[in-house]
């Protein structure tokens, strides 16, 4: 079982719509669970990240975070075409170092 | 603020050969930054994690001695690939940690090309 797991996709929404993305780890131990987005040929930066259970709200993403289950989201209302990336799951593991999942790949048409 | 640069952004080299990467936080002190590669259509791997004025601790299976990583000070840290192999091309990352934070942010990347 990998560690951190996404399903890679594509997610294609129309513009406008709500996506949503998943992800699910299997350290309970995990503290700590990171949004990147991805350009292709880019560098990850940094959406939102969550420590809490419940939801994280900023703009116009939501991380959302169920320790129970073992469940991060992330939910991006109102995709615009410029939303369309590869978005990284990552979680922090007590080791001190983040573990990635393979990403989702968002495509927004128009 | 937070911003982390890296040099070169792009190199092309012969086989055989050693590059240097550059990692820089330009406006923070980075007690531990993070290698990281990426080939095409995968995720980022965790080569090494590099703390100021101590040895690098590397990932299973990445070689230290054909990655070198010196760690400065608190704003660089440099990888050296060492004599460069076709294999090695790939997009190496770097990332520093905001002291206090487990805020990561990634430098610019740079694209290795092993001729």
């Known amino acids: 079982q990998k560690e951190v797991e996404q399903n890679s996709g594509p997610l294609s929404v129309p513009e406008g719509a709500i996506a949503s993305l998943n992800c699910t780890y299997s350290?309970?131990?995990?503290?700590?669970f990171f949004w990147y987005r991805q350009y292709s040929g880019k560098s990850p930066e940094l959406i939102m990240f969550?420590?809490?259970?419940g939801d994280k709200e900023d703009g116009r993403f939501t991380a959302q975070l169920n320790k129970a289950s073992q469940y991060v989201s992330l939910l991006i209302r109102d995709s615009q075409p410029s939303d369309s990336a590869t978005y990284l799951c990552?979680?922090?593991?007590?080791?001190?170092?983040?573990?990635f999942g393979t990403g989702t790949r968002l495509q927004v048409f128009p | 603020g937070a911003v982390v640069s890296q040099h070169p952004s792009r190199v092309i080299c012969k086989s055989g050969t050693s590059v240097k990467i550059e990692c820089r936080s330009l406006?923070?002190?980075?007690?531990?930054m993070f290698w990281y590669r990426q080939f095409p259509k995968q995720s980022l791997m965790l080569m090494a994690t590099?703390?100021?004025?101590?040895?690098?601790?590397?990932e299973q299976g990445v070689e230290k001695d054909k990655f070198l990583i010196n760690h400065a000070s608190l704003t660089l840290s440099t990888l050296t690939v060492t004599s460069a192999h076709p294999e090695d091309s790939s997009f190496y990352i770097c990332?520093?940690?905001?002291?206090?934070?487990?805020?990561?942010?990634f430098g610019p990347g740079t694209r290795l090309t092993v001729l």
């Open positions: 990332s520093a940690t905001l002291r206090g934070t487990d805020e990561q942010f």
């Open positions: 350290d309970r131990g995990s503290q700590s």
């Open positions: 969550i420590y809490s259970n």
């Open positions: 990552a979680v922090y593991k007590n080791t001190d170092k983040l573990i």
């Open positions: 406006d923070f002190q980075a007690t531990t």
């Open positions: 590099s703390n100021e004025g101590s040895k690098a601790t590397y």
